[in-house]
T-cell receptor, first 114, second 113 residues
Framework: NAGVTQTPKFRVLKTGQSMTLLCAQD?????MYWYRQDPGMGLRLIHY???????AKGEVPDGYNVSRLKKQNFLLGLESAAPSQTSVYFC?????????????FGQGTRLTVV | SQQGEEDPQALSIQEGENATMNCSYK?????LQWYRQNSGRGLVHLIL?????REKHSGRLRVTLDTSKKSSSLLITASRAADTASYFC?????????????FGAGTILRVKS
């Protein structure tokens, strides 16, 4: 099993450009999360989803949109990228059916906005 | 603001010594989890402790939880150079809409051989 796969792994954007980060999981997990990691800040929750067609805001949702059209995929969109969105983005998933479960992480997407 | 706050921010020890990291949080939790991150990689789950548990062990790891003080500690015994990594606590909080998993800023551990 691949686990959690993020695409792309690296990307450089110009200010104002848009892009979509894809997260795919093959564990049939209900929960999926998007985080950003900045130096000294740890991981901050952007958006999360508890199932297909449902999403909720995390700590730092501004400037991002998400969609969960299929259970296995969670997309993170930047409509108009800004330099402040330069970061490493991590996706994670975990089961809803089993209480008190761990999250499984992808390897991250390093995004630079110039 | 972030739910979990780790202390210290950085820790440097000799191989064979024990490493202790602390985590404080602000709200009621369902459970608290510890993760490890090697440089440039994704996070890997280490151990989970439920809100009704006080201590848990897994190999060289020992985690304690004090819900009255809203704090947890992670002890790594007999550290090895391969333990060099960043360590994060994460609180699992039940919200109106699903469970949020919120991370602290992490502790950078360096084990010198």
């Amino acid at each position: 099993n691949a686990g959690v796969t993020q695409t792309p792994k690296f990307r450089v954007l110009k200010t104002g450009q848009s892009m979509t980060l894809l997260c795919a999981q093959d564990m049939n997990h209900e929960y999926m999360y998007w985080y950003r990691q900045d130096p000294g800040m740890g991981l901050r929750l952007i958006h999360y989803s508890v199932g297909e067609g449902t999403t909720a805001k995390g700590e730092v949702p501004d400037g991002y949109n998400v969609s969960r059209l299929k259970k296995q995929n969670f997309l993170l969109g930047l409509e108009s990228a800004a330099p402040s969105q330069t970061s490493v983005y991590f996706c994670a998933s975990r089961s809803l059916r089993v209480l008190n479960t761990e999250a499984f992480f992808g390897q991250g997407t390093r995004l630079t906005v110039v | 603001s972030q739910q979990g706050e780790e202390d210290p921010q950085a820790l440097s020890i000799q191989e064979g010594e024990n490493a202790t990291m602390n985590c404080s949080y602000k709200t009621s939790i369902n459970n608290l989890q510890w993760y490890r991150q090697n440089s440039g990689r994704g996070l890997v789950h280490l151990i989970l402790i439920r809100s009704n548990e006080r201590e848990k062990h897994s190999g060289r790891l020992r985690v304690t939880l004090d819900t009255s003080k809203k704090s947890s500690s992670l002890l790594i015994t007999a550290s090895r150079a391969a333990d060099t990594a960043s360590y994060f606590c994460a609180t699992d909080t039940v919200m109106e809409y699903g469970n949020k998993l919120v991370f602290g800023a992490g502790t950078i551990l360096r084990v010198k051989s």
